[in-house]
């Protein structure tokens, strides 16, 4: 008489639908399903979706070795480099993980090892030096991806702001485009929180990439006049055009600009009072004691300017 073989997790002379899950799994954290790899190797399933998925799977890396094409371990510090600019960003690493389909364990073993402050510890172990193909190729594939009100690292905002300045676009212009005032944009610049919310960071690159290559308006004096300080007050402080920067590095916090022309001023301090400059920010409604601030001056060296400035005109 005919014996009947019982597949795990399903019924008696059948098998079990592909991608339901294998009721004989037991790991705490993850059910594993019918038609995968893994449920074949850790769960020892011998029906015939998981037994295909592992023939599959046997099949890609044979033809991959033949080819000498197979390289199932990359190094893992390109990986940790992502993570840590995704984390600079706001993103942190359990939501990359979560993003990649990866379980956290995996990426924390990445960035820190196992039992990282319990060197005693007999598991104890170092980040890891490589990582698989597969587990890399997921996590690079991440993008930035947060809420509204997330904070992110200014670096990127911050550039584009002084990129636009440096093509002659003036704070209260930008200030009008954005719904902002011109004291917004300079505080922005010049702030030192090192963070914006992701809704302002989105703004500003909305307007960056619809103003990057376009001239500023010119049609009135005062238009012109508004372009020619905004330049003048760039060149001053260094900034760096749109040009000098690829897409990719400008929300990189650690990317510097390809310029011919860095700036002379690594404090990003004027040496000294730029009149044209004082008089554009009070036309934006600076005050006085904030623009001798941002200039690293006094109120008194600026009005002796000020008054000089009257000698010699009149």
């Known amino acids: 008489m ?182 917004n944009i300079w505080a922005l610049i010049h702030g030192t929180r090192g963070q914006v919310t992701t809704t302002t960071a989105a703004k500003v690159r909305a307007l960056y990439d619809e103003l990057w290559d376009q001239p500023p308006p010119g049609t009135t004096r005062y238009e012109k006049q508004a372009a020619t300080r905004a330049r003048n007050l760039a060149r001053s402080w260094g900034w760096a055009p749109p040009l000098a920067w690829d897409d990719e590095d400008l929300d990189n916090p650690y990317a510097v600009p390809e310029t011919d022309t860095p700036s002379t001023r690594p404090t990003g301090r004027p040496a000294t009072v730029d009149l044209d400059d004082v008089d554009w920010l009070l036309d934006g409604g600076t005050s006085l004691d904030e623009i001798a601030a941002r200039m690293g001056v006094t109120v008194g060296l600026i009005e002796q300017a000020r008054r000089d400035r009257q000698r010699r005109a009149a």
């Open 2 to 183: 005919a014996t009947t073989t019982i597949v795990p997790g399903a019924g008696a002379g059948e098998d079990p639908a592909p991608g339901t899950p294998n009721q004989t799994c037991t790991h705490k954290r993850v059910t594993h399903v019918h038609g995968s790899r893994t449920t074949y190797v850790v769960d020892r399933c011998r029906c015939r979706w998981c037994t295909a998925a592992n023939t599959d799977a046997a099949r890609v890396r044979s033809r991959a070795k033949l080819y000498g094409r197979y390289n199932r371990y990359v190094d893992a510090e390109l990986v940790r480099k992502h993570l840590a600019i995704l984390s600079d960003q706001g993103m942190g690493w359990k939501s990359v993980a979560h993003a990649a389909g990866v379980t956290p364990s995996t990426v924390g073993h990445v960035l820190y090892g196992k039992y990282p402050h319990q060197p005693e510890h007999p598991e104890h172990r170092p980040p890891r030096k490589r990582v698989t193909r597969q587990v890399a190729e997921k996590l690079l594939a991440v993008k930035l991806n947060l809420a509204g009100g997330a904070l992110v690292h200014q670096a990127g905002t911050v550039r584009r702001l002084q990129a636009l300045i440096v093509c002659g676009w003036s704070g209260s212009e930008l200030g009008r485009r954005l719904g902002w005032t011109s004291a």
